[in-house]
């Protein structure tokens, strides 16, 4: 069975840095990413990466976040800079297995003070 189990996650101050993991296990995939949901609002693209390593940001991200993965250890990452309090959310990590099938991580919290 395919998982996914995220860290990372918590309170950090406006312009504070953080690192999201999610780890990966169970299959192979062909995209790996991270969405986020605010109170209230839709899940959202944070940042995404393919196997090749092509990246797409969101364009409330871009030049803040950078998205890495590693391939043998199935696991992405997501280190975000100067964060804002509108990037406050539950962030969820995302796979993609190579049938289209899209699984996702129970979410970790990021809460950021002004």
């Known amino acids: 069975q395919v998982q996914l189990v995220e860290s990372g996650g918590g309170l950090v101050q406006a312009g504070g840095s953080l690192r999201l993991s999610c780890a990966a296990s169970g299959s192979i995939f062909s995209a790996m990413g991270w969405y986020r949901q605010a109170p209230g609002k839709q899940r959202e693209l944070v940042a995404v990466?393919?196997?090749?390593?092509?990246?797409v940001y969101a364009g409330s991200v871009k030049g803040r976040a950078t998205i890495s993965r590693d391939n043998a250890k199935n696991t992405v990452s997501l280190q975000m800079n100067s964060l804002r309090p509108e990037d406050t959310a539950v962030y969820y990590c995302?796979?993609?297995?190579?049938?289209?099938?899209?699984?996702w991580g129970q979410g970790t919290l990021v809460t950021v003070s002004s």
């Open positions: 995302n796979a993609v297995l190579w049938t289209g099938q899209n699984v």
């Open positions: 990466i393919s196997s090749g390593d092509s990246r």
